[in-house]
């Protein structure tokens, strides 16, 4: 079953080059409201946490210092069906494979520098809300 919401990250990449604000606007656009954000910068510990499904990965490495070397922008979003909704906003995890007018397709560099995560399933939304936000910074 379904919940009405999701979880993202604005990620270093597209924090540096200034797409805040545009990547905002889509997510508000495509109907999300916004019940809790923040401008922070992931420890490495907390990187190595959040990505610890990863551990085994060849690409874990590289990932963790990608996530840490520089601010990002997390966020929970409300929306029906906010899960799915997302993922198509957002497009494929390769921006070259993602559909226009996609987040990823209008940011992203490269599938490693893909500006946004979106979690993929409504388990690993609550999850990965409650890792960046207590209950109180949720609206």
Known sequence: MSTNRT??????????????????????AAGFK???MKYTQLSLRDAQEFYGV????????ELVEFMTRGPIVSAILEKENAVEDFRA?????????AAE?????MFATSIGENAVHGS???ENAA???AFHFSGREIY
């Open 89 to 97: 906003l957002i497009g494929a995890t390769n921006p070259a494979d």
């Open 34 to 36: 916004i019940v809790a």
């Open 101 to 105: 007018g996609t987040i990823r397709k």
């Open 54 to 61: 990863h551990r085994e990965r060849p690409f874990f490495g």
């Open 120 to 122: 993929d399933s409504d």
């Open 7 to 28: 979880f993202t990250m604005i990620k270093p990449d597209a924090v540096e080059n200034g797409h805040i604000g545009a990547i905002l606007e889509k997510i508000t």
């Open 127 to 129: 999850i990965e809300g």
